[in-house]
């Protein structure tokens, strides 16, 4: 399908959530604006969708929880969207000394949860600790999210506003060390590290800090932090803001597939090939909802394969007949209702990582599960009562572990989680899950190559790349509206409004606001 004209303020390479954001906020300043998707939908990664045959229950196949997308946002563009809070934050099964256990953490912690740790580590000083540290990362989670959407702060403005041992703690030391001098329990570190390491390949003691980055990253969400559920889904999500920028204005085309985009004085050529053969337009300002690495293709430069991201987690999705029992007895409705932790105590973090690094499947494969029908029962559809999804994500499994033998490192990788899952329930996981239409487990596994393959994220990295701090560097060049908002390329008219802009990552919106409030600030 042609575009209504030759001609647009701005053209947007992508329909994922981040480029329906910048769209929607372009459209509605009255710039004329086109949107183009590869995909048959709009939404990328954060899509609903049936993936059993004959079950109507529509599952987050990719994205599966919301946190860094601001209220402003939500706000500006007027989106009718709802947010649910999890009721129990996380439990984390253990085995110790042959007794089935757990650490079970509320939603608004209290007595319960202060009981938890007693019984777990034997004494307060745990629980005291936990308290301590999370109110540091709450004071430098105050600090830095307002200024997400706002120019980027240099660093020094945001250390001068933050306690000089909470920016030692979080910044300036590795997460792992930080953690190892404020908790004594194995358990208990690892439940703080695993922010730290959700899509990113690291130990915690990484002298990079980029572990350090993805547990910012992930607690800082409107200042709290706080994973919510969308209610209907993650389609949810980018419905509205599909719905959001078509309102506005904004042009949507899908079934168009970007091949190249060619700079120029006044912006920037965009060609797409679609059935009816390959189009061009003119965007006065380019935005590019794509990785990096793949914007470098797409620009015409040559592929260097060793700057090529690479992502590092298996997702597993399930429908179950009904929820399992746990082995300590807790109630699998409040165990399953938040983040469930499986094989991350610290110490199996840290040899998973060392399992990975030297290209083995780890033997015992960390990662934690979701159960979002538990807080949004909507999604499930026309099903028996007692249906629940279940999601899991697992850490440590970079793309390379799956290059030699794809299909034979992924079935023994759903294998392992799976294991781990099975040590803390009465009976296998396998005895509740659903069979679709044609008989077969309600099973769909997602490695690296499948996210790579399905969503045109390179190395199946989910944020397009590794995580960088939220503010730049003291001595950084900020003299354009594209390097004040952290979206600039090497090309003028050509910006990055996705995952791979600075301060981008995860379903937060900040890449396509960024960058569409450096394109109104140049005008």
């Known amino acids: 399908m ?69 209220t402003q946002v939500v706000e500006d563009l007027g989106l009718n969207l709802a947010l649910a809070s999890r009721a129990t934050a996380s439990y984390t099964p253990v085995v110790r000394d042959g007794r089935a256990g757990g650490l079970f953490i509320e939603h608004e912690e209290g007595e319960a949860t202060q009981r938890s740790f007693r019984e777990l580590t034997g004494s307060e000083t745990e629980y005291e600790a936990w308290r301590e540290f999370y109110a540091d990362v709450a004071e430098l989670a105050h600090v830095v999210a307002p200024t997400l959407t706002e120019p980027l702060p240099v ?74 559920v969308p209610i209907g889904g993650m389609g949810a999500v980018t ?106 105590d610290f110490t199996q973090l840290e040899t998973a990582y060392d399992d990975a690094a030297a290209g083995r499947v780890p033997t015992s494969m960390p990662g934690e599960i979701y159960c979002h029908s538990l807080t949004d029962p909507s999604i499930l559809g026309d099903v028996p009562a007692g249906t629940h999804t279940l999601t899991y994500f697992g850490l440590h499994t970079p793309a390379s572990l799956f290059v030699e033998d794809p299909e034979g490192a992924k079935a023994l990788a759903v294998e392992r989680a799976i294991a781990a899952l099975d040590e803390h329930l009465v009976e296998p996981i396998m005895g509740c899950v659903a069979r679709d239409a044609h008989g077969e487990p309600c099973i769909e596994a997602k490695i690296p190559q499948d996210v790579e393959r399905d969503l045109a994220m390179p190395g199946g990295h989910i944020f397009h790349g590794d995580l960088e701090w939220p503010w730049a560097a003291n001595r950084a060049r900020l003299d354009t509206p594209a390097q004040q908002w952290g979206v600039q390329t090497e090309h003028p008219h050509v910006l990055l409004c996705g995952s791979g802009a600075r301060r981008g990552g995860a379903v937060s919106g900040l890449g396509g606001h960024n960058a569409a409030q450096a394109v109104l600030a140049s005008r």
């Open 155 to 228: 660093e020094r403005a945001v250390r001068d506003r933050v306690d000089p041992g909470i920016w030692r703690d979080l910044v300036v030391n590795p997460l792992g060390a930080t953690i190892q001098e404020r908790f004594r329990d194995d358990t208990v570190r690892g439940v703080v590290g695993t922010d730290g390491l959700i899509g990113t390949f690291a130990s915690l003691h990484d002298p990079s800090l980029i572990q350090n980055r993805c547990f910012l990253y992930h607690l800082i969400g409107n200042g709290t932090g706080e994973w919510r």
């Open 2 to 70: 042609s575009s209504a004209r030759k001609h647009y303020d701005a053209v947007i390479v992508g329909g994922g959530h981040n480029g329906l954001v910048s769209a929607a906020y372009l459209a509605r300043a009255g710039l004329s604006v086109l949107v183009l998707e590869r995909l048959a939908h709009t939404g990328g990664a954060a899509v609903s969708a049936a993936a059993f045959a004959g079950r109507d229950t529509r599952l987050s196949r990719y994205s599966y929880l919301v946190s860094l997308l601001p």
């Open 239 to 344: 419905t509205e803001l599909h719905r959001a920028a078509a309102d506005a204005g904004a042009e949507i085309l899908v079934d168009a597939g970007v091949s190249r985009i060619q700079p120029v004085d006044q912006g920037g050529y965009v060609t797409w090939h679609d059935a009816d053969g390959a189009h061009t337009v003119m965007g006065g300002t380019v935005l590019a909802n794509v990785a990096p690495w793949v914007l470098k293709i797409l620009l015409g430069e040559q592929e260097d394969p060793a700057t090529k991201p690479e992502g590092a987690q298996l997702k597993i999705n399930f429908l179950l007949d009904r929820l399992p029992a746990l082995r300590s007895g807790i109630d699998p409705a409040v165990a399953f209702a938040g983040t469930l932790h499986l094989g991350e």
